[in-house]
């Protein structure tokens, strides 16, 4: 590699030596150190968000903690407790209201109290809700929880605090009921050593959650609560339940720190350790706002790097000037050939670079006129091309027989054959002699030869008949204007001029992964087989030596066509047989054109 550096010119190595011994140490530098940078920054984020997640389920674990310990306290009543849940109202009513009136008393004033409340709730041992309030003084919906396994739970558990996640509180009546989170405990009688029932404490959940996650954030970070069964149950800012779905799912699928594709970019996901009922948290924010944080450590290195830079180039022009008078010689030669005078040549003399850049630039010369040539000679192509097409948009023949036989259904007074008639001319030529996009999709060939085809099923009944087989997928595919016209037209004209009833013409499209097909195929007399060969091999001459007219004009004006807008992969192929059958079928890529809605 040195070898090859010392043979190039000595500007162009004084240029390298610059470059290495200024630009890349620094450079190196620049770059390990803002990586270095970078990382630490990183680092003490990760270290930040671990300490706030952990510092969050303190939160919640004091929460719930002191909800126990509320549940706990409501004990202090627990005759008057153990009387409503044992009691039957009917046998000492005045008492069971006394009493009823007592611990309503004694619950408002602690749902008074402390706002964070937001009902209680009495069951029996045998699941029957016997007495209720809640914050929002709404009625209560009796049900039995018999069967719930929170309450069978509850009950084994002889007195300890059972959590409970959030879920919708079932005993208030009507919408919307919250969402809360319990602690269910259950009263026992020591004496018959059995549990009478339990108490259900619950506060709201929204409350619990921002209580817990009230905390300092960036503009784009967000926070998750995930329970134990997995699910989000709190987000500190609004979030799709798509988003939340797919959060799910890579909260499953990754560690506790990983970076994850969330919101259509790159996301840091720091993830923590379940709490002591079950919580993890999870903090999010964008790769993006993380490397705003570190973008000032850029700013210092990229200065000296345009400082040096500009060093580097002024250097480079004072070299660059030393050596410009040798090839002013070529300069003049590069002026020439801007007006225009592409036989200009530079002599190949002087020194071994002189030579090398006088050859190239003879060479470019030679490709350019080259190119020049055959742009030419393609721009005459397009054209003869484009006059062909015209040639086949409007036939006087097939205009008079229209309107000839248009006249001989007036006289029958079939008016509304008449009618469509008309409209299927009108819409031929519309689409004719539109002078749109030569791209249109095959939906729109299709609808311009059912046009075509039902004024020639006017004109000869019972002649032929059309079927056609389309699979609906390839129906907005990319093909050329007038393309299918013109190859039924040949089948009409040329395969099933000899038969007076029974023609068949079918179409059809299929794709094979990378193109698609359209096929064109009658059962008239078919093609001998010398002029089918030379039908073919004419498709496979060069544009300039193609025919300029004959029967087939119509089949080697759609081939050029196709190959001069999609390339010599793509075009016209016929297959036949002499008294059965001739095929004829149109090849298109199926991407690169309209590919948004062809699949």
Same mark, same amino acid.
């Not at 619950?107 to 402390?114: A, D, E, V």
């Not at 499209?509 to 097909?517: H, K």
């Given at each position: 590699?040195?070898?090859?550096?010392?043979?190039?010119?000595?500007?162009?190595?004084?240029?390298?030596?610059?470059?290495?011994?200024?630009?890349?140490?620094?450079?190196?530098?620049?770059?390990?150190?803002?990586?270095?940078?970078?990382?630490?920054?990183?680092?003490?984020?990760?270290?930040?968000?671990?300490?706030?997640?952990?510092?969050?389920?303190?939160?919640?674990?004091?929460?719930?903690?002191?909800?126990?310990?509320?549940?706990?306290?409501?004990?202090?009543?627990?005759?008057?407790?153990?009387?409503?849940?044992?009691?039957?109202?009917?046998?000492?009513?005045?008492?069971?209201?006394?009493?009823?009136?007592?611990?309503?008393?004694?619950?408002?004033?602690?749902?008074?109290?402390?706002?964070?409340?937001?009902?209680?709730?009495?069951?029996?041992?045998?699941?029957?809700?016997?007495?209720?309030?809640?914050?929002?003084?709404?009625?209560?919906?009796?049900?039995?929880?018999?069967?719930?396994?929170?309450?069978?739970?509850?009950?084994?558990?002889?007195?300890?605090?059972?959590?409970?996640?959030?879920?919708?509180?079932?005993?208030?009546?009507?919408?919307?009921?919250?969402?809360?989170?319990?602690?269910?405990?259950?009263?026992?009688?020591?004496?018959?050593?059995?549990?009478?029932?339990?108490?259900?404490?619950?506060?709201?959940?929204?409350?619990?959650?921002?209580?817990?996650?009230?905390?300092?954030?960036?503009?784009?970070?967000?926070?998750?609560?995930?329970?134990?069964?997995?699910?989000?149950?709190?987000?500190?800012?609004?979030?799709?339940?798509?988003?939340?779905?797919?959060?799910?799912?890579?909260?499953?699928?990754?560690?506790?720190?990983?970076?994850?594709?969330?919101?259509?970019?790159?996301?840091?996901?720091?993830?923590?350790?379940? +709490?002591?009922? =079950?919580?993890?948290?999870? !903090? *999010?924010? #964008?790769?993006?706002?993380?490397?705003?944080?570190?973008?000032? /450590?850029?700013?210092?290195?990229?200065?000296?790097?345009?400082?040096?830079?500009?060093?580097?180039?002024?250097?480079?022009?004072?070299?660059?000037?030393?050596?410009?008078?040798?090839?002013?010689?070529?300069?003049?030669?590069?002026?020439?050939?801007?007006?225009?005078?592409?036989?200009?040549?530079?002599?190949?003399?002087?020194?071994?670079?002189?030579?090398?850049?006088?050859?190239?630039?003879?060479?470019?010369?030679?490709?350019?006129?080259?190119?020049?040539?055959?742009?030419?000679?393609?721009?005459?192509?397009?054209?003869?091309?484009?006059?062909?097409?015209?040639?086949?948009?409007?036939?006087?023949?097939?205009?008079?027989?229209?309107?000839?036989?248009?006249?001989?259904?007036?006289?029958?007074?079939?008016?509304?054959?008449?009618?469509?008639?008309?409209? +299927?001319?009108? =819409?031929?030529?519309?689409? !004719? *002699?539109? #002078?749109?996009?030569?791209?249109?999709?095959?939906?729109?060939? /299709?609808?311009?030869?059912?046009?075509?085809?039902?004024?020639?099923?006017?004109?000869?009944?019972?002649?032929?008949?059309?079927?056609?087989?389309?699979?609906?997928?390839?129906?907005?595919?990319?093909?050329?204007?007038?393309?299918?016209?013109?190859?039924?037209?040949?089948?009409?004209?040329?395969?099933?001029?000899?038969?007076?009833?029974?023609?068949?013409?079918?179409?059809?499209?299929?794709?094979?992964?990378?193109?698609?097909?359209?096929?064109?195929?009658?059962?008239?007399?078919?093609?001998?087989?010398?002029?089918?060969?030379?039908?073919?091999?004419?498709?496979?001459?060069?544009?300039?030596?193609?025919?300029?007219?004959?029967?087939?004009?119509?089949?080697?004006?759609?081939?050029?066509?196709?190959?001069?807008?999609?390339?010599?992969?793509?075009?016209?192929?016929?297959?036949?047989?002499?008294?059965?059958?001739?095929?004829?079928?149109?090849?298109?890529?199926?991407?690169?054109?309209?590919?948004?809605?062809?699949?």
């Amino acid at each position: 590699m040195i070898s090859r550096l010392l043979k190039q010119r000595i500007a162009f190595r004084l240029f390298i030596v610059y470059v290495l011994i200024s630009l890349v140490p620094l450079f190196t530098y620049s770059l390990i150190s803002y990586r270095l940078s970078a990382n630490t920054i990183r680092s003490d984020y990760v270290q930040y968000m671990t300490n706030l997640t952990s510092q969050i389920l303190r939160n919640m674990d004091a929460n719930m903690l002191m909800l126990q310990k509320q549940s706990s306290a409501f004990f202090l009543v627990r005759n008057d407790i153990a009387y409503i849940l044992t009691a039957n109202e009917l046998d000492d009513i005045d008492r069971y209201f006394e009493v009823r009136s007592r611990l309503d008393q004694y619950f408002l004033s602690h749902l008074q109290i402390n706002a964070k409340l937001n009902g209680i709730t009495l069951i029996d041992a045998e699941g029957e809700m016997k007495y209720a309030i809640n914050a929002q003084s709404k009625n209560s919906l009796i049900i039995s929880v018999k069967n719930e396994e929170w309450f069978q739970k509850t009950l084994k558990l002889n007195g300890t605090p059972l959590f409970r996640g959030p879920h919708i509180n079932e005993f208030i009546f009507g919408d919307p009921r919250p969402s809360v989170i319990s602690v269910s405990q259950s009263m026992v009688d020591y004496t018959a050593g059995k549990p009478i029932g339990a108490l259900v404490v619950d506060q709201n959940a929204d409350q619990f959650f921002n209580d817990a996650a009230n905390v300092q954030l960036e503009p784009e970070e967000q926070i998750v609560i995930v329970s134990e069964t997995g699910n989000i149950v709190y987000t500190k800012q609004e979030m799709p339940d798509s988003a939340k779905a797919q959060l799910m799912l890579d909260i499953k699928e990754n560690g506790d720190l990983s970076s994850i594709q969330f919101g259509g970019q790159r996301t840091l996901m720091i993830a923590s350790a379940p +709490s002591a009922f =079950g919580f993890r948290v999870i !903090s *999010l924010l #964008p790769e993006a706002e993380l490397n705003k944080k570190s973008s000032f /450590l850029r700013t210092i290195p990229s200065i000296m790097l345009l400082v040096v830079a500009g060093l580097v180039l002024v250097i480079s022009i004072f070299v660059s000037y030393l050596i410009v008078k040798p090839l002013r010689r070529l300069m003049s030669s590069f002026k020439k050939l801007e007006t225009g005078n592409f036989s200009v040549r530079v002599p190949v003399n002087g020194s071994h670079e002189l030579a090398h850049i006088s050859s190239a630039f003879n060479r470019m010369v030679e490709n350019i006129e080259s190119l020049i040539t055959e742009k030419y000679e393609a721009n005459l192509l397009r054209q003869q091309a484009e006059f062909e097409a015209l040639q086949s948009q409007i036939n006087p023949h097939f205009l008079y027989n229209t309107l000839y036989s248009t006249r001989s259904v007036i006289d029958k007074r079939d008016f509304r054959e008449a009618a469509n008639m008309i409209d +299927s001319l009108a =819409g031929i030529f519309r689409y !004719s *002699l539109n #002078p749109g996009e030569p791209v249109v999709t095959l939906q729109d060939e /299709l609808d311009h030869a059912h046009q075509y085809l039902y004024l020639l099923e006017t004109r000869f009944p019972g002649k032929f008949r059309a079927r056609f087989d389309i699979d609906d997928s390839l129906r907005e595919c990319a093909m050329l204007r007038l393309t299918l016209q013109p190859i039924l037209e040949n089948a009409i004209k040329h395969g099933l001029h000899d038969k007076t009833e029974g023609g068949e013409i079918r179409i059809a499209a299929q794709s094979d992964g990378e193109q698609w097909q359209l096929y064109v195929h009658d059962n008239g007399c078919g093609i001998p087989a010398d002029k089918l060969n030379s039908l073919r091999a004419g498709l496979q001459e060069q544009a300039e030596a193609a025919p300029q007219a004959n029967r087939h004009i119509g089949i080697r004006n759609v081939h050029y066509r196709i190959r001069y807008h999609f390339g010599s992969a793509y075009g016209v192929a016929i297959s036949s047989r002499v008294h059965a059958y001739t095929t004829v079928m149109m090849s298109f890529p199926l991407q690169g054109y309209r590919e948004e809605s062809c699949s």
